[in-house]
């Protein structure tokens, strides 16, 4: 079984996240084989919260180039958490 800090990477500090977070949203990138049921478990035992929602999605990385190796970015999800009402998540 994996570890509940395995399964949350990281709280994803973006505008459009921002702009969720009065509406009780958070975004996370998350692990990429986490499914939702798993997600849920790990914010709640994280954050100490009740979570109502989770939405995800997969984002397929980039290809870049420095000057004339050619790579590519790494895949990630990214989760959306709906909080219950009355629930809050401190972020310093």
Known sequence: MRDTYD?????????????MMPLGKYLFCVDRNANKISIKKAIEEIYKVKVKDVNTAIFRGKNKRVRFAEGRTPDWKKAVV????????EIT
């Open 82 to 89: 709906t909080l219950k009402e009355g629930e809050k998540i």
């Open 7 to 19: 399964i949350i990477k990281s709280i994803l500090r973006t505008e459009k996240g921002t702009d």
